[in-house]
Structures are given as structure tokens and as C-alpha cells.
């Protein structure tokens, strides 16, 4: 059983956790990642997931801040990144939206976008004392960057600026209730 001023900080390490996602979903938004196409769009549901996950972290750790975390993700006066986001976490956790709906029951990501670029390594070799110079064009991996869009109500959302304005929401409000 955690002290009680040990679970008022339990909700730390979800933040700290959902910080190392969203440096994994960076990587991903610059091209630097390996896996398939899968892996990255299964990157993205899982920031999603511990996003909107943290709210129960707060809630449990902190019951004073309970009504104002809760309220980020009301129905009507929620963040829509985060009302985005709670829809996405829950129908994606279960078979059938079985939660309170924000904005779409149905609401997932629908459409992706692959950019790929080939990419030449051009380097150059010294060769002996007469230091003759030779060319080598040896291939490193593609390039490929990911663009999602999640729909919710016809209504679609780039998933990078999505999780970006969840982040910066997050962070505002962890710092307003003095939680960071």
C-alpha cells in the first residue's frame, strides 16, 4: 500500500511515461524510427491511450483536482484535442464505445499518408600515398514519414498537431494546479 504522500505523486510517473511517448511519436513525425507501417500507427494509438489515461492517474492521486480534470474532457466545455483524444482511447480499448461519448463513438484514424524518399550515401576515400580520391554510393534506408488523420464526426484532425496540443494542454494544466 503506497503512503499517502507517495500515491499524491504516483500520477508523475504517467506523466513522465506518456513524455517518453510522445518522443517516441516525434521520432516517428522526423522519419527517425524503424518497424512497420503497423509499429508506427500502433505508436500512435498507444500515445493516445496513456494521454488520455492520465487523467485517471490524476484523479486518484490528487481527489481535489478530480472536478477540473475531469472537466478537460467534458462533452461540451472539454478540450476538443482531449474530447479527440478520450474517443479514440475508448474505441480503441474496447470492441464498442462503452463509455461516455465526446464527440463520436466511431471516431479513429482513417486516413494515412506515406512519404518515402531514397536516400544516397556519397562519400568519398582516400586510396594510398598519392591520396587519389574515389566515389562510393553506398544506399542507406528510405526516408519514410507518416502523416495520419483521425475523423471524428466528419470532422478530420492531423494526428501531430493533435498530440502536440494535447501535450501543451497537459502540461498548461499540470503547472496551473502547481502538479509540476
Known sequence: MYREKDKRKKYLEQWERLKRWYVRIKKIQQGQHSGSDDYQLDEAYAFFLNCFHLKD?????VPEAKEDTENL??????RECFRVCADLAN???HVEASKT???DPDTNIKRQHVAIQLRKLLAYSV????KDKSLSNEGLPP???YKWEIEAKDQYYEVYQLIDKC???????????KLI
Open 57 to 61: 492517474w490524476i484523479i486518484t492521486a
Open 73 to 78: 474532457f467534458d462533452k461540451s466545455d472539454g
Open 91 to 93: 474505441a480503441n480499448k
Open 101 to 103: 461519448t465526446r464527440i
Open 127 to 130: 586510396i594510398g600515398e598519392d
Open 143 to 145: 526516408l519514410t514519414k
Open 167 to 177: 501535450m501543451e494542454e497537459w502540461e498548461k494544466f499540470l503547472r496551473n494546479k
